[in-house]
C-alpha cells in the first residue's frame, strides 16, 4: 500500500501538465491516423465543363431556336445549366443558369431573367436587379458553328 | 416534479464522482432518471477468471475488433461502390480516390482475420467446454455468427465483379442448386436468374450492406447479452481449484484495457497486411471467357470444396448431406454433452472436436496443394 | 555487371536481406536503448540502496537480472548474428555495392568491430559478474556497455546513411570525411538513438509484463519504462522531418510524385510504408499510455503487442530508407542493379552495347534466342525482380504488348525508380520476347525485333500504352498492378 | 573492361574502383592475426561441445561436471568465434573480393543459411545452458543440433572459399544453377581441408578442460574431478593433434600440381613448422605427471596457437598459388588511409586496453569472493 500512495506522491506535482501534453499528442496522432480518412471522403475537383478544347457543345438550344432577337431557351453545357438568348440588340448572350443566390436555374423571361424559387431577378446583362442574388450570373462567350452552339469561359 | 426522480442509492453515492465535480452531478442526474445502478454494479462485478488458458478469453473481443474494422471501411466503401457499374466503380477507389486501394485492402484482410479469429475463437470455446449449461444459447448463437460471417464472405466476393469473384460465386452458387427438389428454385432466388449477372449484384448488395448487418448486429447484441448475464466460463481445471488458489481479473479495467494493446497491434497489422500485400483488382468480369487458371475458392470455404470433391457424380448428394451433418452436430453437442466436470460424453466430444479439427487443417491444406 | 546476380526464385535477394534486416534492426536498436535501461536502472537501485531501502533496492535488482538474462540471450543471439546475417546477404544481393562500401570503410568497419568486441565483453562481464561485483561496477559497467554500444552505431549510422546521402563524396576523391559525415548523418543518428531509447523502454515493459499483478514493483517499472517510450515517440516523428529535409532532391521529387500519384489515386509503396510507420507509432503511444494509467494490467500479452507494433512500424520505416534509395544502392554512383553511373554518363558507347558482351556470367547464347531473354533478365533484372514472386514480373506485365515492352526499356528509367537498360535492340527485343513468352505467348526475338524497327522506321508517334498505364504501374508501385480496364 | 582476364573463359570481376585503403602487407598481417584469434575461438568451442556430448552421456559426476563447465563457457566461446570471424570476412572480402563475392553468390542459398545455423547453434547453446531442469534426451538433442549447426556451417564455408580459388569452375556452376542451390561438391579437397581447419577442435578445448583440472586439484574434495578432467583434457589434446596432422596430410595430398609446387619452396617450412608445433603441442599432453601447476596446458595451448598461425600462412601461400594466373597484390592500386588506420589502431589499443583492465577488475572480484 506504502507504494501505491508513494507512486501517487511522486506523480503529482506536474501530472496535471503531463497530462495535457499527452492528450495533446494523442489528439495529433488520432488526426493524423484520421487524415487518410478525410481525404478519402473529399471530393473530386468536378470535371472542366469545357473539356481539354476550352469549349463545350450546348444541348437542348440549336442556333435556329434563337434566331431572332427575344427568343432564348434553359440547356446544358458539360453538365451544367446555361440559358442561352438573343438580345434586343441582336447579340446572343448565354449564361449559366445557377442562381446566385441559392442554386436553382433560372429561367430567360424575354425582358430579363427571372429565378423561380426566390424571386430573383436579373437583367439581359446578367446583373442582380431586385430580389435576393447577392451577384451577376456567370456570364459565358457563345458561338454558332453549324447546327451547334458553344459556349467557353468569358475570361479566354 | 421532483417526486418522480429516483433516489441515488446509498452505495451508488458512494461509488460515483463526488457530487461538487462535473461528472459526479452528471451521473447522478442521469441515474435519477434511468435507475440502472443494479446492472452497472452487475457489470462492475463482472471477472475473468486468470489460469493458463485465460488467452482464450481475448477471442471474442478480437473478433468484435475486426467486426468494427469491417464497419467501418465497409460504409467508407460504399460512399464510392455503385452496384450500377460495379467493376469500374471499385476500379476508381483502388486508382483514383485517394487512400482507396488501402481501405479496400483493409476491408478485404480484416474480412479474411475475422473469420480466422471467429474458428479460433470457435475451437476455443469447444475445447474449452464453454457450451455446456448453462451456455446453449450463447453457443448456438455463436455459431450462427460464424455462419452468417461467411455468408458475409460470400457475398462481399462478388461485388468487385472481377475475373475471380464472378467464377467463384458461380461456382459456389451452383453447389446451392444441386441440392434436391428446392435446390435449383434457392439458387435462382440468390441469383435474380439463371445465371451470375449484373442482377446477382442487385442482390447481393444490400444483402451484404443492410440485411446481413442488421441481422448479425442482432445476434452479437444477443450473444454479449447473454455473456455479460451470466459472465465467462471457468474451466473444469480451474473449477477444481480450492477458492483461495483461483485469481480473477475484473472485466472492466482489468481484462479489457489489457486487449486494447492486443487490438492497436491487430489494427497495425491490417495496414501492415494492407501496405505491403494489397488486395488486387482483377480483369473485369467476363462471362464468356475461360476461368482463370489455378481458379480455388476463399480459403474458409476450400475444405468443403475439397470435401465435396471426394464424392464424384452421383455421390454428390450424399457428400453434401454428411457437410450438412457437421453444423447439425455442432449445435447439438452442448445438448448431448452436459455433464460438469467432464464425462465419457465429454472426453468423446473433445476427440470429435480434434477429429473435426484436423479434418478441417488438412482439408484446408490438401485443397491449398491440390 | 562484373558479378553474377543471384536469381532466387519466388523470394529474390533483395527480400532475404530485408527479412533479416528488419529482425536485426530492431533488436540492434534494442541492444543499445537496452543499455541505456540497465544503465539507468541500475543507477536507480543503487540509490535506492544509499537512501537505506535496501529491499527495494535489491527488489529492482531482481527484475533487473531478468531483464539482463533476457537481453543477453536476445541481443548476443539475434542481434550480433543477424548483423552478420545483413553483411552476408547484401553481398549476395549486391557484391558491387558491398565491395565498394568495404573498400572505402573498411577501417570504419574494422573500428567498429573492435568497440563490438569491448560492448560484448563488458556486457559478459556485467552479467557474469552480477553476484560478485560491488554495485557501483555494476553501474559503471552498465554504463561503459550502453556508451560503447551507442558509439558503434556512431560508426555504422555513418555508412548506412552514406549510401542514401554520399554528400560530397565521389568515386574519384574517395572523400571519407565527407562521405561519413554526409548530409543525413546527424538527423539519422539522433532518430536512431531516440528509437533505441524506445525500444528499450519497451524491453522493460517486456519483463514488467512477468511480474505478478499484485507485486507493487510492478506500476514502478512499468512507469519507469514508460518515460523511455513516450519523450521517444513524441520526438520521432519530429526527428524523421529533419531526416527528410537532408534527402536528396530527387529523392524527395520520387517520393513527392508519389503522394501527387495518390491525388490521381494511387497508393505508392512509399506512402504505403510512411502509413505503416504512422500508423504503428500512434499505436504504441495508445497502448503506452494505458500502461501508464492501468500499469497492473501490464502482462506479457500486453507487451508482446507492443513489441510487434514497433516491429512493424519499424519495417515500415527502414523499407521507405530502402525504397527512397531507388534506382540506386549507392545514391549517385552505383545502381542497385550492379550499372555504374559512369558507364551511364559514357552514354551510348557503353549504355547501348550489347548487354552480354560486357556482362560476361552467360554460358554463351544465340542471339535473339529465348535463353538470351533469359540472360538478360537474369543479369540486369534479377537483382530486384523475380519472375512470380517478390516484385514478379509476371504481375508487372500482364498487359505487356512486344511493341510497348521493346520501346518501354528505352524510358523506363525516366520514371526515377529504375535504372536505365543497358544492351543494343537486339537485347530488348530478346527481353521483350521473353517477358510475353513467361505469360505464355509463344514469340520470337527476331519478330519482335523486325516489327519494332518497322514501327521505328515509320516514324509513327509513339502509339498510346495499352491497356491500363504500365509505365507508372510497373515503376512506381512495389505491388501487383490492381487494375488494367 | 577486365584488367584481369588472361583466361578469356573466366569471367573474372576487375578490381574494385576504390582500391585498397592501405597497403596489402598491412592488411594481410591483421588478417593473419585476427584470423588466427577466430580459428582458436573455433577450435575451442567447437572442441566444447563435442566434448560435452561425450562426457554428458555419461552420469558419473566427475564427468557431468565436464559437461557442466563447458556448458558454461561454450556460448561465451560461440560469441567469440563470431566476433573474430568478422574481421579476417572483412579483409577478405578487402583483398580477395573478385574471387569471395563471386563464389558467395554461385552457393548463395548454402551461404546464406549460415546465418539460420549460426543461431541455430548458439541458441542451442543458450537452451542448454539456461534450463539446466529439462529432459536428459531433450538436452542431448540441444546439444546435437548444436554440434551438427556448427560442422554444416564449417562445410558450407570449405565449399564457398574453395570455389573462390577456382574461377575455371565457375560459368559452368552459374548456367546450371543461377539461383546458388548448389556446393562446391566436386573439388577434391573439400574433405581434407574440412579435417585440417577443424580437426585441432578436441586439442583446444582439452587445453583449457585440461587446464580447468589443474586448478579444480587446489579445491579440496574435488580431487576425483580434477584427475577425470586432466585426463580427459590430455586426452583431447592427443586425438585433436592426430586428426590434424592427418588431414594436413591428405589435405597436401589431394592439392593440384600448382599449388602443392608452393610446399617444394618456401611453404615446406612453414608446413613443416606446422606439424613440430603440433607434436609440441602434444607433447607435455603425454609426458606430463598428474597434478602440477597450469605451465604444462599454457605450453601446450601456446604450441597449438602458433601452429595454428603457421598453418594460416601456408593456407594464403596455396591460396596465392591457386590465383596465381589471375591475380597478384601487387597490381591493386593503393589509396592510402591513413588517418582512419591511425583510429582504428588508436581504438583497438584503447578498447583492448580498457576491456582488459575490467576483466582483470571482476576477475578479482569473482576471486575473491570464491577464495
Not at chain 2, 441515474?31 to 486468470?50: G, N
Not at chain 3, 512493424?312 to 525504397?323: I, K
Not at chain 3, 540472360?375 to 514480373?393: D, K, M, N, P
Request: net charge positive; proline share 8%.
Amino acid at each position: 500500500m506504502s507504494d501505491r500512495g508513494e507512486v501517487v506522491e511522486e506523480g503529482a506535482t506536474g501530472r496535471r501538465g503531463f497530462l495535457a501534453v499527452l492528450g495533446g499528442l494523442t489528439v495529433a496522432w488520432l488526426a493524423a491516423v484520421a487524415w487518410p480518412v478525410f481525404r478519402y471522403l473529399s471530393p473530386r475537383p468536378p470535371p472542366d465543363p469545357f473539356g481539354g478544347e476550352g469549349k463545350a457543345l450546348v444541348k437542348g438550344v440549336a442556333p435556329g431556336d434563337v434566331a431572332r432577337p427575344g427568343q432564348g431557351s434553359n440547356g446544358s453545357y458539360g453538365g451544367r445549366g446555361l440559358v442561352v438568348f438573343r438580345g434586343p440588340d441582336g447579340q446572343l448572350r448565354a449564361f449559366d443558369s445557377k442562381c446566385t443566390h441559392a442554386g436553382c436555374n433560372v429561367q430567360f423571361q424575354g425582358d430579363r431573367i427571372y429565378c423561380n424559387c426566390h424571386g430573383g431577378t436579373y437583367d439581359l446583362e446578367g446583373r442582380n436587379i431586385a430580389g435576393p442574388p447577392p451577384r451577376p450570373l456567370t456570364p459565358l462567350r457563345v458561338t454558332a458553328e453549324g447546327d451547334s452552339l458553344f459556349v467557353s469561359p468569358m475570361s479566354s | 416534479m421532483s417526486s418522480d426522480l429516483s433516489p441515488i442509492p446509498p452505495e451508488a453515492d458512494r461509488r460515483l464522482p463526488p457530487p461538487d465535480t462535473r461528472a459526479g452531478r452528471a451521473t447522478r442526474w442521469l441515474l435519477a432518471r434511468y435507475p440502472v445502478w443494479p446492472i452497472v454494479e452487475h457489470l462492475a462485478e463482472k471477472r475473468v477468471p486468470r489460469h493458463r488458458h485465460s488467452v482464450w478469453y481475448a477471442m471474442g473481443g478480437i473478433v468484435l475488433f475486426f467486426f468494427t474494422v469491417q464497419v467501418i471501411t465497409g460504409i467508407l466503401l460504399m460512399v464510392y461502390y455503385d452496384p450500377g457499374q460495379p467493376w469500374q466503380s471499385v476500379q476508381r477507389i483502388v486508382m483514383e480516390v485517394p487512400y482507396g486501394a488501402l481501405i479496400r485492402s483493409i476491408h478485404h484482410w480484416a474480412a479474411n482475420l475475422m473469420i480466422l479469429a471467429i474458428f479460433l475463437h470457435l475451437f476455443s470455446t469447444f475445447f474449452l467446454k464453454a457450451y455446456r449449461p448453462p451456455r446453449e444459447m450463447t453457443w448456438v448463437t455463436g455459431l450462427m455468427l460464424a455462419g452468417l460471417s461467411m455468408a458475409f464472405g460470400f457475398s462481399g466476393y462478388l461485388l468487385p465483379w472481377d475475373d475471380l469473384s464472378f467464377f467463384a460465386t458461380r461456382v459456389g452458387i451452383s453447389e446451392i442448386e444441386k441440392a434436391p427438389l428446392i435446390g435449383g428454385l434457392l439458387a435462382d432466388l440468390i441469383r435474380g436468374g439463371p445465371d451470375v449477372t449484373v442482377a446477382t449484384i442487385n442482390r447481393f448488395f444490400p444483402l451484404h450492406v443492410v440485411v446481413l448487418p442488421l441481422v448479425v448486429l442482432g445476434l452479437i447484441t444477443l450473444h454479449l447479452t447473454f455473456v455479460q448475464i451470466q459472465g465467462v466460463s471457468e474451466p473444469d481445471s480451474f473449477r477444481a481449484m480450492p477458492p483461495e488458489k483461483r485469481k480473477y481479473h475484473k472485466f472492466f479495467g482489468e481484462f479489457l484495457v489489457a486487449e486494447v494493446p492486443v487490438w492497436l497491434a491487430l489494427g497495425v497489422l491490417l495496414v501492415a497486411l494492407a501496405a505491403l500485400a494489397p488486395r488486387a483488382l482483377d480483369p473485369e468480369a467476363n462471362p464468356a471467357a475461360s476461368a482463370p487458371e489455378g481458379i480455388k475458392p476463399e480459403w474458409y470455404f476450400l475444405s468443403q470444396y475439397q470435401a465435396l470433391k471426394l464424392f464424384p457424380g452421383s455421390l454428390e448428394l450424399l457428400g453434401q448431406a454428411l457437410l450438412a451433418l457437421v453444423p447439425l452436430a455442432m449445435v447439438l453437442v452442448p445438448f448431448w454433452d452436459r455433464s460438469i466436470p467432464a464425462d465419457a460424453r465429454g472426453r468423446l466430444a473433445t476427440r470429435m472436436g480434434i477429429a473435426g479439427l484436423a479434418g478441417l487443417v488438412a482439408m484446408t491444406l490438401w485443397g491449398f496443394l491440390s | 555487371m562484373n558479378y553474377p546476380v543471384w536469381d532466387l526464385p519466388v523470394l529474390g535477394a533483395g527480400l532475404v536481406v530485408a527479412i533479416i534486416a528488419v529482425f536485426h534492426v530492431l533488436v540492434s536498436h534494442f541492444a543499445i536503448g537496452g543499455g541505456a535501461f540497465l544503465f539507468l536502472a541500475e543507477w536507480w537501485a543503487r540509490r535506492l540502496h544509499q537512501s537505506g531501502r535496501l529491499e527495494d533496492g535489491e527488489r529492482v535488482r531482481d527484475f533487473l537480472h531478468r531483464y539482463a538474462t533476457f537481453f543477453l540471450v536476445f541481443t548476443t543471439v539475434f542481434g550480433a548474428m543477424t548483423g552478420v546475417g545483413i553483411w552476408f546477404a547484401i553481398a549476395l544481393a549486391s557484391p558491387e555495392g558491398t565491395s565498394l562500401l568495404i573498400h572505402q570503410f573498411v577501417f570504419a568497419w574494422a573500428t567498429e568491430w573492435v568497440v563490438f568486441l569491448a560492448e560484448l565483453s563488458l556486457l559478459y562481464l556485467y552479467y557474469y559478474g552480477w553476484k560478485h561485483n560491488p554495485q557501483k561496477d555494476q553501474v559503471l559497467l552498465a554504463g561503459a556497455y550502453f556508451g560503447v554500444s551507442w558509439f558503434s552505431l556512431f560508426i555504422i549510422n555513418g555508412i548506412l546513411s552514406f549510401m542514401l546521402t554520399p554528400g560530397g563524396w565521389t568515386l574519384e576523391n574517395r572523400d571519407l570525411t565527407a562521405g561519413f559525415f554526409n548530409p543525413s548523418f546527424w538527423p539519422s543518428l539522433i532518430l536512431r538513438t531516440v528509437t533505441m531509447f524506445l525500444i528499450g523502454g519497451l524491453g522493460g515493459l517486456l519483463i514488467a509484463g512477468r511480474l505478478e499483478s499484485e507485486d507493487p514493483l510492478k506500476p514502478r517499472v512499468v512507469r519507469f519504462s514508460a518515460s523511455f517510450v513516450i519523450p521517444a515517440a513524441i520526438l520521432v516523428p519530429l526527428l524523421f522531418a529533419w531526416y527528410w529535409s537532408t534527402l536528396p532532391e530527387n529523392t524527395v521529387k520520387m517520393v513527392q510524385d508519389g503522394v501527387a500519384g495518390l491525388g490521381g489515386g494511387r497508393l505508392t509503396a512509399i506512402t504505403r510504408h510512411l502509413i505503416l510507420a504512422g500508423v504503428a507509432g500512434a499505436a504504441v503511444m495508445a497502448g503506452v499510455l494505458i500502461a501508464v494509467f492501468r500499469p497492473r494490467v501490464v502482462t506479457t500479452g500486453v507487451a508482446v503487442a507492443l513489441m510487434v507494433i514497433v516491429q512493424m512500424g519499424l519495417m515500415g520505416a527502414e523499407f521507405f530508407r530502402e525504397m527512397a534509395r531507388k534506382p540506386y544502392v549507392l545514391h549517385g554512383t552505383l545502381y542497385s542493379n550492379s550499372l555504374w553511373r559512369k558507364d551511364v554518363d559514357a552514354g551510348a558507347p557503353v549504355l547501348q552495347a550489347p548487354f552480354l558482351g560486357r556482362a560476361r556470367w552467360h554460358p554463351g547464347v544465340e542471339p535473339l534466342s529465348r535463353e538470351h531473354g533469359e540472360w538478360v533478365f537474369r543479369l540486369q533484372c534479377a537483382s530486384c525482380h523475380t519472375r512470380e514472386g517478390y516484385r514478379g514480373i509476371l504481375s508487372r506485365t500482364a498487359s505487356w504488348t512486344p511493341e510497348f515492352a521493346f520501346r518501354w526499356f528505352q524510358t523506363m528509367h525516366e520514371q526515377g525508380v529504375m535504372p536505365p537498360f543497358q544492351g543494343s535492340a537486339e537485347d530488348r527485343a530478346a527481353l521483350a520476347a521473353y517477358l510475353l513468352d513467361l505469360h505464355g505467348k509463344t514469340l520470337d526475338g527476331r519478330d519482335v525485333l523486325e516489327a519494332a524497327r518497322k514501327a521505328e522506321a515509320a516514324k509513327a508517334p509513339p502509339p498510346a500504352p495499352p491497356p491500363a498505364n504500365p509505365p507508372q504501374a510497373a515503376a512506381d508501385t512495389d505491388q501487383p498492378r490492381e487494375a488494367q480496364p | 573492361m577486365n584488367q584481369w582476364t588472361p583466361n578469356a573463359g573466366i569471367p573474372l570481376p576487375p578490381f574494385d574502383p576504390v582500391g585498397l585503403p592501405a597497403p596489402a602487407v598491412v592488411i594481410l598481417a591483421l588478417a593473419y592475426l585476427t584470423f588466427t584469434l577466430h580459428l582458436l575461438a573455433v577450435h575451442f568451442t567447437l572442441g566444447s561441445v563435442l566434448l560435452m556430448a561425450l562426457a554428458r552421456r555419461q552420469p558419473d559426476p566427475a564427468r557431468q561436471e565436464i559437461a557442466r563447465f563447458l556448458g558454461t563457457v561454450a556460448p561465451l566461446g560461440f560469441s567469440y568465434l563470431v566476433t573474430f570471424g568478422i574481421p579476417p570476412l572483412l579483409f577478405v572480402q578487402l583483398l580477395y573480393g573478385q574471387f569471395f563475392y563471386a563464389s558467395s553468390v554461385l552457393v548463395g542459398v548454402f551461404w546464406i543459411s549460415v546465418i539460420p545455423l549460426l543461431i541455430l547453434a548458439y541458441g542451442a547453446l543458450y537452451a542448454h545452458r539456461l534450463t539446466r531442469d529439462r529432459r536428459p534426451g531433450a538436452q542431448g538433442l540441444i546439444v546435437t543440433v548444436a554440434l551438427l549447426g556448427m560442422l554444416t556451417i564449417g562445410f558450407i564455408y570449405v565449399n564457398n572459399l574453395t570455389l573462390a580459388m577456382t574461377p575455371g569452375r565457375w560459368l559452368e556452376i552459374y548456367a546450371a544453377h543461377p539461383g546458388g542451390a548448389t556446393l562446391n561438391l566436386g573439388e577434391p579437397t573439400l574433405l581434407p581441408r574440412l579435417l585440417t581447419f577443424l580437426g585441432l577442435s578436441p586439442a583446444m578445448a582439452g587445453v583449457v578442460v585440461w587446464w580447468r583440472g589443474r586448478r579444480l586439484h587446489r579445491t579440496p574434495g574435488q580431487e576425483a574431478s580434477a584427475t577425470v578432467m586432466e585426463s580427459w583434457g590430455r586426452k583431447g589434446i592427443g586425438v585433436g593433434v592426430l586428426t590434424w596432422i592427418v588431414g594436413l596430410a591428405s589435405w597436401v595430398a589431394t592439392l593440384p600440381e600448382a599449388p602443392r609446387s608452393v610446399l617444394s619452396g618456401s611453404g615446406i617450412v612453414l608446413a613443416g613448422a606446422v606439424v613440430v608445433l603440433g607434436i609440441a603441442a602434444a607433447l607435455p599432453a603425454l609426458l606430463a605427471s598428474r597434478g602440477g601447476g597450469v605451465a604444462a596446458p599454457v605450453l601446450s595451448g601456446t604450441f597449438l596457437a602458433l601452429g595454428l598461425a603457421c598453418l594460416i600462412l601456408v593456407r594464403d601461400q596455396i591460396r596465392m598459388a591457386y590465383l596465381q594466373d589471375h591475380f597478384s597484390l601487387q597490381a591493386i592500386p593503393v589509396f592510402p588511409q591513413w588517418g582512419m588506420l591511425a583510429i582504428f589502431a588508436a581504438t583497438l589499443v584503447a578498447g583492448v586496453a580498457f576491456t582488459l583492465f575490467w576483466t582483470v577488475r571482476v576477475a578479482r572480484r569473482a576471486a575473491a569472493a570464491s577464495g
